[in-house]
């Protein structure tokens, strides 16, 4: 196993453990940078999907995985930034433009719809969260000058600089670039004292605020920054699918975005580029193995959620930590071989804390 | 000296019709370990509370150095420079020890999030400040062992040791430390008792305790406060107080009548 | 006038579903301090086994609707055996996924059942259709008209109430249910088997959604996405105060009503979100609801 040995106190906080783990994520840049070379464009597609959907789930990670606040209506984010950007692109807006606004007015619907957790919190938030993406919703079918309502509304070619970015290749890159840039906020964001404070929200709010944490302030920047990363993912998933309508942005999607994190794995960033990967590889394995299914079974489609369905249910009661969570026993046994013992990562048994006064 | 660093004021709150603490005044002077004793339901925890602003008091006031901090929201009562534990632990979990200590330097940060969001130089350069200040009370408390575990997985003695860390961290001028023996053995509340002298003299901070341990109390107390019911019994050194009536009957029920 | 009078009675009786929803829901929450997402979903398969039983087996409503009652049961109990119990001491959102999944689950699981599948079906209740004819001859426009549907929903309620406030009153295991609720440990110490309480919650709060599914069925008919409805008796529950039974029903009439009159009185689309803005409203002016109790966390 690999034992560092610490002489500095910038080793703590430095994005890279060791020079090893510096060789394996240069190997998987390397290794996004080829793909178009080596892919199918299909494929490329479908990776541009993850690089979406991943940069949503950062935000919904840093919201409900670090700083425990549940959002049920985050597609509602994804819906502010999907028709600002139409909007603007509609208007002529550059993308450099568009998109940072894109960011903002998600952002700022962030910050409002955070304002009930000010005063709720656990599942109050929750289904204050879940009232405002439905309200959004409806307000996204009605304001039709703006959003054509029912009838969608249809987003122009991406060109940045000249160049044509609906492209596959070139959008991949796009994508890529952005959600690299995100993670990599995110991780600045999390070993910085702004991360610490979303962390020490989640654990226990008593002794947050005793320790100086201005709850509201933190709550409040944390729906905003959870929000602006939907909505900057709500602007390229505009440009993937070109033509956006309100019923992709309801409370399905949500759910469906809250089970991509989960299935992840609550508390790690991995976790939140992990679940949307294996959301698109397992959607394309049911594609596949439909045809292998007798035809009676095949056919169905409720065969994807159910199966979506179990596997998170497994995921919970047997992988809370989620695919991250396995994938670091799997890692431990590996590095380890032979002495992986059984109860190594055994679970805690912890007491239900009651939110009761009784 | 002419200010006390820390007044209650006639304070007192009610919980639907029960008077947790009533008519309750006291000050506490700098550099001086301040206990508040009484049995179970006396109102201890709950003058923390007040202290601490977490409850509002329906009457009266706390100041601290002159100014009412009773209206205050917690976070900013934290900002003064008052540091608590509490009675049954309130640790970031699933933090490791390090980030928890970190935390408590969270009130002398600068930065805002977008500049954490970028890390950039004055961020990293406040972060190796706090790290080394971090490590200060990592050595004063022996915690160099667990710097790197999570809190879930550690012993609840070890737990409280952190918790005390944590408080420490803020570089408070005020310290409450809410019941700091309870749930350790002999040994440990022995090294307790250490580090509260060690609190006072090498650091010079003030220190509130809520305690039951009586012989913890009148090794490191300079006064004590003792409560029943909401009410104060008496105020005096540890030995004027144990040999209060009051306080015997409080404790035993009137056995002596 | 009597428009209005006709506006709160339908109301009501959808007020009613959600109330009903909102008490099968408060029951496990009360018990077990978990939030079931899947309530609504549970409605759903309760219309779905009372459909097969009327139309496949050709059993009579009213057999149907115990029959529904009893599988119900099974279904809540087999789930809370299963899912819920391996969790036990786990945090809230851990639980609360689950409950997300299992009504994910349900919504796909259900699509794939023979003869269910992904069509709509029509419940052949007895029922159907008909109207009263209340001060004045039928087809005049001074008569009241109210829908026999509508009746038998806020009858029906009403005596599912009456008959679950005796149960906890005067029986056994309604007591136990009780107690448990209140204080698990108490409980525990006196001797009820807590474990076996919360799962027969769970199958009391299935029945109870069932009868809901039968009882809505004939109005929006049954289908695998029918148990979105059942996310409206989240509102219904926020607006009575988490927790408290009398709330549940009297949220679920309050948001029935203000969706029913919003729907006529306000412009297009004020209907569907009305629920939500009414809780939205709730939560910011008063978070315990009606008759919640103040709940903070003790330090």
């Known amino acids: 196993m690999h034992f560092l040995f610490k002489t500095r106190y910038e080793q703590d906080i430095s994005l890279f453990r060791h020079n090893g783990q510096r060789f394996w994520y240069a190997l998987l840049a390397l290794a996004l940078v080829a793909a178009p070379w080596l892919l199918s464009e299909y494929t490329l597609s479908q990776l541009s999907f993850i690089g979406i959907y991943s940069i949503v789930c950062l935000g919904l990670m840093l919201l409900a995985g670090y700083t425990g606040q549940v959002s049920l209506g985050h597609a509602g984010f994804l819906a502010m930034g999907a028709y600002t950007e139409a909007y603007l692109q509609a208007n002529g807006w550059p993308f450099a433009l568009s998109l940072p ?89 999390l070993r910085s004292p702004t991360g610490r404070a979303f962390v020490a929200i989640r654990d226990s ?62 508390g790690s960033i991995q976790g939140a580029i992990f679940g949307p990967s294996f959301w698109f590889f397992a959607q394309q394995l049911i594609v596949v193995g439909k045809d292998w299914l007798p035809s009676a079974l095949g056919q169905q489609t409720g065969l994807q959620p159910t199966i979506f369905g179990i596997i998170l249910i497994a995921i919970v009661l047997f992988e809370p930590m989620g695919l991250y969570g396995r994938w670091l026993k799997i890692r431990t046994f590996l590095q380890i071989f032979p002495f992986y013992r059984k109860g190594m990562f055994k679970r805690q048994k912890s007491y239900m804390k009651s939110e009761r006064m009784k | ?25 006291f000050d506490v002077w700098p550099n001086e370990v301040f206990s508040l004793i009484g049995p179970n339901g006396a109102g201890k925890t709950t003058i923390f509370n007040l202290i601490s602003a977490l409850y509002r008091p329906s009457a009266g006031e706390v100041r601290f150095e002159g100014e009412v901090i009773s209206r205050m929201p917690p976070y900013v009562v934290a900002r003064h420079g008052i540091a608590r534990t509490f009675q049954n632990i309130e640790l970031f979990e699933h933090a490791t020890v390090l980030q928890n200590l970190l935390v408590g330097r969270h009130c002398h940060r600068h930065t805002g999030w977008f500049q954490d969001l970028l890390f950039t130089g004055s961020v990293r350069r406040a972060e190796l400040e706090f790290r080394r200040q971090v490590e200060e009370v990592i050595d004063f408390l022996d915690l160099q062992h667990y710097r790197d575990s999570m809190v879930v997985g550690l012993p609840y003695g070890v737990r409280k040791v952190v918790e005390l860390g944590r408080a420490l961290s803020m570089r408070p001028r005020l310290l409450l430390l809410d019941e700091p023996s309870s749930g350790l053995n002999t040994e440990e509340t022995e090294d307790m008792g250490f580090w509260i002298e060690d609190i006072k003299h090498d650091l010079g901070i003030t220190v509130i305790m809520v305690e039951h341990d009586m012989s913890l109390v009148s090794r490191v107390s300079d006064r004590v406060l003792a409560l029943n019911q909401g009410e104060v019994l008496t105020l005096g050194t540890p030995q004027e107080v144990q040999a209060h009536p009051g306080v015997i009957e409080a404790y035993l029920g009137g056995v002596e009548e | 006038m009597l428009q209005l009078l006709q506006l709160i009675v339908s109301g009501a009786a959808i007020g009613c579903i959600y109330a009903l929803i909102a008490l099968g829901f408060v029951l496990i929450y009360k018990a077990t301090e978990t939030v079931n997402f899947a309530q609504g979903d549970l409605m759903m398969i309760g219309g779905f086994i009372g459909l097969s039983a009327m139309t496949l087996i050709g059993m009579p409503f009213w057999l149907a609707f115990l029959v529904t009652i009893a599988a119900m049961s099974l279904v809540g109990m087999g789930t809370e055996r299963l899912v819920l119990r391996p969790l036990l001491g786990q945090p809230a959102f851990t639980v609360v996924m689950v409950t997300i999944g299992l009504g994910y689950l349900a919504r796909g699981l259900v699509t794939m059942i023979p003869y269910w599948g992904t069509e709509t079906h029509a419940l052949p209740v007895p029922y159907k259709d008909e109207v009263i004819w209340i001060g004045g001859e039928p087809g005049s426009n001074d ?46 110490y006196m001797g009820i088997p807590v474990r076996r309480v919360n799962m027969m919650v769970w199958g009391l709060s299935a029945a109870i959604c069932g009868v809901a599914g039968l009882l809505l069925a004939p109005i929006t008919f049954i289908h695998a996405n029918m148990g979105f409805i059942g996310l409206k008796a989240f509102p219904a529950a926020v607006v009575g105060g988490f927790g408290s039974i009398p709330g549940a029903l009297v949220g679920g009439l309050v948001i029935g009503i203000v969706e029913s009159l919003s729907g006529f009185y306000l412009p297009e689309g004020f209907k569907d979100v009305a629920a939500y803005v009414v809780v939205l409203i709730m939560l910011v002016v008063k978070p315990n609801g009606l008759f919640g109790d103040n709940l903070t966390k003790k330090v």
Do not use: W
């Open chain 1, 101 to 189: 606004m894109s960011a903002l007015v998600a952002g700022l619907t962030g910050v409002m719809i955070g304002l009930p957790a000010l005063r709720v919190k656990g599942m109050y938030l929750s289904i204050a969260t879940l009232a405002f993406g439905f309200i959004l919703e409806e307000v996204v079918v009605r304001a039709e000058h703006i959003t054509g309502g029912n009838s969608g509304m249809q987003i122009g070619k991406l060109i940045i600089g000249g160049i044509d970015f609906d492209d596959h290749v070139n959008f991949y890159y796009l994508v890529i670039g952005i959600a690299v840039t995100c993670v990599i906020g995110m991780l600045n964001l």
């Open chain 1, 205 to 266: 709010e008593v002794s947050a605020q005793s320790m100086g944490i201005n709850l509201a302030y933190y709550k409040t920047t944390a729906f905003a920054i959870s929000a602006a990363l939907a909505g900057i993912s709500g602007a390229l998933y505009a440009h993937k699918i070109t033509f956006i309508t309100p019923d992709q942005f309801g409370f399905l999607q949500s759910i469906e975005l809250l089970m991509m994190v989960v299935i992840g794995g609550l």
């Open chain 2, 1 to 25: 000296m002419t200010t006390p660093m820390l007044e209650a004021v006639n304070l007192s709150v009610q919980f639907g019709g029960l008077k947790a603490v009533d008519n309750v005044s």
């Open chain 3, 143 to 188: 008569a009241l008209v109210l829908s026999v549907e509508h009746l038998v929903i806020i009858l029906a309620t009403v005596a599912l109430v009456a008959l679950l406030f005796v149960f906890f009153r005067y029986t056994r295991l309604g007591i136990a249910m009780q107690a448990t609720s209140q204080n698990q440990l108490a409980a525990f």
